[in-house]
């Protein structure tokens, strides 16, 4: 069956650092999702890659999907306390699927 | 423009009892979808509807589990006979169909199931 694996599992970050959050596939990527959670509640939509080699970019966080690597990756520029949070990839399994399968997330930390 | 809205947001229950979640999505939305979240994992899809019609389940879906989406609007997830494994966050979504490829879904803020 097909699997979303992030990385970092976990990252902790200073106040205005950079940082990389990955997520890759086990089988081909019909279109990936990013969602953000804070603990306990429901998840936020961030952004969704159509197309091998796009790119998107909200605020100070840019995702990019390479569908020849099965992967995709989620950068934040200049990282705030208001970006702490668990970072969920989830994808179609099949083009046209009606549901999403999503990977275990990636829990930030920003330090003040 | 209201979100997806989720009712009760925590739910208590002695083991053996029945639970009825409620989902109301974005207006407009068509599309709508149950996912279950257990601690530490990514949400797990449980079933998908198109207005009123209930179009794929998981297996994932139990008999004790029946979702409902009578007039294509609000929808009901109710658990018979809980088990502590039914424990976990339940998460309502919903989409507006897309002609070609895929669709963005927008989640509530889910119901906190917790059997003891």
């Known amino acids: 069956s097909q699997e979303l694996e992030q990385s970092p599992q976990s990252l902790i970050v200073q106040e205005g650092k950079n940082l990389t959050i990955n997520c890759t596939s086990s089988k081909t990527l019909y279109g990936l999702y990013w969602y953000k959670q804070k603990y306990g509640e429901g998840l936020i939509f961030l952004m969704m890659l159509q197309k091998g080699g796009e790119e998107k970019s909200h605020e100070k966080i840019t995702a990019k999907l390479d569908e020849k690597k099965q992967q995709s990756s989620l950068h934040i520029t200049a990282s705030q306390p208001s970006h702490a949070g668990i970072y969920l990839c989830?994808?179609?399994?099949?083009?046209?699927?009606?549901?999403?399968?999503f990977g275990t997330g990636t829990r930030l930390t920003v330090i003040p | 423009d209201t979100g997806v809205s989720q009712d009760p947001r925590h739910k208590i229950t002695k083991r053996g009892q029945n639970v009825t979640f409620r989902c109301d999505p974005i207006?407009?939305?068509?599309?709508l979808y149950w996912y279950r979240q257990t601690l530490g994992q990514g949400p797990e899809f449980l079933t998908y509807f198109q207005n009123e019609a209930q179009l794929e389940k998981s297996r994932l879906l139990s008999d004790r589990f029946s979702a409902e989406r009578p007039k294509g609007s609000f929808s009901t997830l109710e658990i018979q006979r809980t088990e502590q494994g039914d424990s976990a966050m339940y998460l309502c979504?919903?989409?507006?169909?897309?002609?070609?490829?895929?669709?963005?879904?927008?989640f509530g803020p889910g119901t906190r199931l917790t059997v003891t």
């Open positions: 989830g994808a179609p399994k099949q083009t046209g699927a009606n549901n999403l399968f």
């Open positions: 207006s407009e939305h068509n599309r």
């Open positions: 979504a919903s989409s507006l169909p897309r002609v070609q490829g895929p669709y963005e879904q927008y």
